[in-house]
Nanobody, 113 residues
Framework: QLQACGGGLVQPGGSLRLSCAAS????????VGWYRQAPGKQRELVAI???????NYAHSVKGRFTISRDIGKNTVYLRMNSLKPEDTAVYYC?????????WGQGTQVTVSS
């Protein structure tokens, strides 16, 4: 139900935009979030947007990442600026609906010179 894309290799200080497209109405989900998992680390929440449009961010990305949505396209975006090597991870989008978590496939983001 969720399809993530947009990852890639970028130099430190660069930018990427991830997309998470829902197969149906994005409002099916109470909230849609982006998570990431680096090798050897636990998956962590990066940013989340509720169906009312409120947003929340991990402290480590606040001011650099922006989560947004295009309701007409049923898509949630994660704009990532000023990327750092520690942002390297597999990024996943997640939708919360009816108490269930729905995960999209991961997209690799690598920040390296």
């Amino acid at each position: 139900q969720l399809q993530a894309c947009g990852g890639g290799l970028v130099q430190p200080g660069g930018s990427l935009r991830l997309s998470c497209a829902a197969s149906g109405n994005i409002f099916t989900f109470y909230a849609v979030g982006w998570y990431r998992q680096a090798p050897g680390k636990q998956r962590e929440l990066v940013a989340i947007i509720s169906n009312l449009g409120s947003t929340n961010y991990a402290h480590s990305v606040k001011g650099r990442f922006t989560i947004s949505r295009d309701i007409g396209k049923n898509t949630v975006y994660l704009r990532m600026n000023s990327l750092k090597p520690e942002d390297t991870a597999v990024y996943y989008c997640n939708g919360l609906s009816g108490g269930e978590n729905y995960w999209g496939q991961g997209t690799q983001v690598t920040v390296s010179s």
